[in-house]
């Protein structure tokens, strides 16, 4: 309710600070590659994401340490990511004047990155994260499955965003994924990305479940929570039950 819907001011979280100073200094690299048609050097990102991390204002410890752990992955993500971007890409893709409307929701958001396919009118949408890679969807703890389930929410809400825009009408996403910009120490500093195809009955779902979360955000009708587990069995139950007009 306060962070957002009221939008009181929230003190800085440096690991927020963090992210989006990483994905200020791809997106910028990559608009100044395509203007430019030189390739940034990995020590371009790692100025763009120091000038950003600088605005944030952090305290001096924070600032220290996210500058170490961006200086650190930086390199690595554009020697085995970054110089590779295909040229029918685009970043920072911001949907604010699109006008989107599902099942009467206005919806918008800033989707990380597209590539386009444009004779066959198909669109993969690349999500940047940072923080602790995952190989697979249904692994790992239960942090990082609850996280998981948000993220493929996240996924349909931008295939819906997408093909239902005013510039990319007629276009079909058919594939998202998550690209973890920190490399895997234990993969030998691999850089993850996890995909999933993105069906019709996925988006179908979180069509109706925004309509259903809209009007009950509306009517401050806010659903007691405290008979579901705070595990991601628990998420899927409570999803499931609001889909199912039991609360």
Known sequence: MERNILRFPQSKNPYASYGTAIHEAIARSYINFIQTNILPSSDYLIQIFNEVLISQRLSKADYKKMLHKGSEALPLFHEKIFQFYPNNMKVEVNFRKQNVVINNVPITGTIDQMIIDKEQKLIKVIDLKTGNSQEKWDKGNQYMKKKLINYKLQLNFYKLLIENSRDFNGYKVIEGSLLFVEPND??????????????????????????????????????????????????????????????
Request: hydrophobic share 30%; aromatic share 8%.
């Open 186 to 247: 234990k993969l030998n500093n691999k850089i993850i990305e996890l995909s999933t195809p993105i069906t019709k009955e996925d988006t179908d779902k979180t069509s109706e479940l925004i309509k259903i979360v809209y009007n009950k955000i509306l009517n401050f009708d806010f659903p007691d929570t405290s008979k579901y587990e705070s595990n991601s069995d628990g998420i899927k139950d409570f999803i499931k039950d609001i889909l199912d007009k039991k609360i």
